[in-house]
């Protein structure tokens, strides 16, 4: 973790007065499955300083974005998102829905300075995410046909800042390049807590990608970072059946294709390597009649999937917490949309804040869900950041920092 804010260019180090901007965030948000309404805007919302900073500079400001993944139920247009950040900066964002034809083009050369222009869903274009280093994507299709119309590239897309994506890492060798106000404080917060956290350190993890968890347990329970680490949502119900324990159909089929034996196996070897500090639910809540019901361990297979960890589970990890010094929560606990199976998550996430210790949560829909809760002003710190977060625990490097890294060398600061 030897990534500091000042490898980087970071705002003040650029004029952009009168200058074309392109700004990439991450505003990635969860939507509700019925009305594809967006259900929490807090990504959004992090990144006001960023847009009010450049808009007071008197940029032209020109945002770039992702919803989703092509294919998913979530991925749609941008436009919601354009009339949220319209008003929570309180000016028009004007939205056209392209990224690299003529509407898109002509909207940047159409900017007045001050002026915000949201272009639609970067993924929609197939090459944003085809695989390749820094290089490669700075000859991608959206840099060719962008980078010649901008003055300055700022990343302050935290949250994506683990993919190496063309708009994420292709502008910065062409041009000069900077981080935003929340990609500099992500960095600095989450260093000063995690160089050296104070103990004893649990990790919490739960959520629904379970395929990276066993290298996530295995770096941070060898590296003494945590203490302890609490599986919950799918990775506790994945680690349940590494253990032997059998989940049921159900609860098995919706862990879906990361249930490759690889993972299985990974599992196994984590528990007997680590025992005892890595620990499990010992019941789950199902949907039985309409009503929450807890199931232990013991008693299971259920014809119902497993939409939370059961009472037993929330209050026995709500005692490990409580008695921690760090606190780190990534991924819910359940299925937080539904306000029954959102119990663990909230009990969990109540242990954390009461504790007295750091307490940090990250990713787009566990910070929702402390927004929701009420509890997110109480967290020493909520990241944007889910995999990026992650990335950064374990210390690899994330392919944004080094663009903004190279950049910083072939563009130097200007002022
Ligand atoms: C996230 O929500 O973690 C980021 O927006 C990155 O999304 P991705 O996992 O689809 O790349």
Redesign the pocket.
């Known amino acids: 973790m030897s990534q500091t804010s000042k490898d980087f260019n970071t705002l003040e180090d650029f004029d952009y007065r009168g200058k074309t901007v392109l700004l990439r965030v991450?505003i990635?948000c969860p939507l509700d499955k019925t009305t594809l309404k967006i259900v929490n805007d807090s990504r959004i919302r992090r990144v006001v300083p960023t847009v009010r900073e450049l808009m007071g500079k008197q940029a032209r400001l020109v945002i770039l974005a992702h919803q989703?993944?092509k294919g998913a139920w979530d991925f749609i247009n941008l436009e919601q998102h354009a009339e949220h950040l319209s008003r929570h900066i309180n000016a028009p964002v004007r939205y056209v829905d392209d990224v690299i034809g003529k509407e898109a083009t002509d909207a940047i050369k159409a900017l007045q300075p001050g002026e915000v222009l949201l272009l639609g869903n970067v993924r929609a274009i197939d090459s944003e995410t085809a695989k390749g280093d820094m290089m490669k994507q700075s000859e991608g299709e959206i840099v060719q046909v962008l980078s010649p119309l901008i003055d300055y590239y700022v990343c302050d897309a935290f949250?994506?800042s683990h993919?190496s994506q063309c708009s994420l890492v292709g502008f910065e060798p062409k041009v000069p390049s900077a981080s935003g106000r929340l990609m500099a404080k992500e960095m600095f917060a989450l260093k000063a807590i995690f160089e050296n956290p104070r103990r004893p350190s649990v990790f919490i993890l739960g959520g629904a990608k379970f395929g990276d968890a066993s290298e996530m347990i295995d770096r941070v329970l060898g590296n003494g970072m945590a203490d302890t680490v609490i599986l919950v949502g799918l990775a506790g119900n994945a680690y349940l059946l590494a253990r032997g324990v059998d989940i049921g159909e159900a609860s098995s089929k919706v862990l879906q294709e990361e249930l490759t034996p690889e993972n299985l196996q990974a599992a196994k070897d984590i528990l007997s390597k680590y025992g005892q500090r890595v620990l499990l639910p010992v019941d789950v809540a199902v949907e039985r009649d309409g009503k929450r019901v807890s199931v232990n361990i013991g008693d299971l297979p259920t014809k119902e999937p497993a939409l939370d960890i059961g009472d037993a589970t929330a209050e026995k990890f709500a005692k490990v917490i409580m008695a921690s010094r760090t606190s780190f929560m990534s991924g819910p606990a359940g299925m937080i949309e539904k306000e029954d199976f959102a119990i663990g998550t909230r009990m969990l996430m109540t242990a954390m804040v009461d504790s007295g210790g750091q307490s940090v949560i990250g990713g787009?829909h566990t910070g929702g869900a402390a927004e929701r809760f009420d509890l997110a002003d109480r967290f020493s710190y909520v990241s944007t950041g889910?995999?990026?977060l992650e990335t950064f625990l374990l210390g690899e490097p994330l392919p944004v920092i080094e663009a903004l890294k190279y950049s910083r060398e072939k563009h130097p600061a200007e002022r």
Request: proline share 0%; glycine share 36%.
């Open positions: 991450d990635n989703s993944r949250g994506a993919r787009g889910g995999g990026a």
